[in-house]
């Protein structure tokens, strides 16, 4: 009569516990709970197997793991579904032993994920960062005036330059003169306005004789 075929294959397993044992001979094993990718989700405790010291590798942890697993004996019912044993329509109905790890040189693993690679960089020269060079303060910039705006600057920095220059009208003699000196003025004016800086004209008038100050 010949003997039917024992079942194997390459299957993942999740480990949640291990624990360290020895059988009755004192024989080192581990005790491992295990979790098969075939038991129903309601299964939620997983199956005890026994595996020794010496035919597994050297440190097992909790964790997914590839190895060889044979089928073995059908387990019993519990006596509230009737007792007895499976009937062994599924393969969570048996127990199963493992004789074979991936992580122990197995050569009939199934194919596992294939991590993503690690990009080398490219040692790259260090490029020195040249300093920038300190800029020199600049005087303001003149502002984007429009022609409306220019037209009553024009105006008020005319009428503070007359205003000044009616305590020095009786120096002038000539009236031509005092009308350019009040143009100097003027501009001198507009431009500390516009720009922040201070025109000096050739010819500035003597403002020390003034005997009364000015008001803006």
Known sequence: ?????????????????????????????????????????????GDNLFVYKDQCPPVI???????????????????????????????????????????????????????????????????????TPSVPTQAPVARAIDENQMRIMRQSTLKCASWMMVPLMKDFSNPSLAVQRTEELSEMFMEYVISGNIKVADETPDLTSLEEEVDF
């Not at 999740?14 to 491992?32: A, G, N």
């Not at 499976?86 to 197995?106: A, C, F, L, N, P």
Request: no cysteine; glycine share 6%.
């Open 1 to 45: 009569m010949n003997q039917p075929e024992v079942e194997r294959r390459w299957t993942s397993i999740r480990i949640s516990e291990v624990s360290h044992t020895t059988d009755r001979q004192d024989r080192p094993q581990y005790k491992l709970v295990v979790h098969f990718e075939w038991h129903p989700l309601s299964n939620t405790w």
């Open 61 to 131: 942890e909790a964790g997914t793991h590839n190895v060889l697993v044979e089928r073995s004996t059908l387990k019993k019912q519990s006596d509230s579904a009737g007792g007895g044993f499976h009937d062994g329509t599924q393969d969570w109905m048996y127990r199963w032993k493992i004789v074979e790890w991936e992580s122990m040189g197995g050569n009939q693993a199934p194919v596992t994920p294939i991590p993503t690679p690690t990009v080398q960089e490219t040692p790259q020269t260090p490029v020195s960062t040249p300093q």
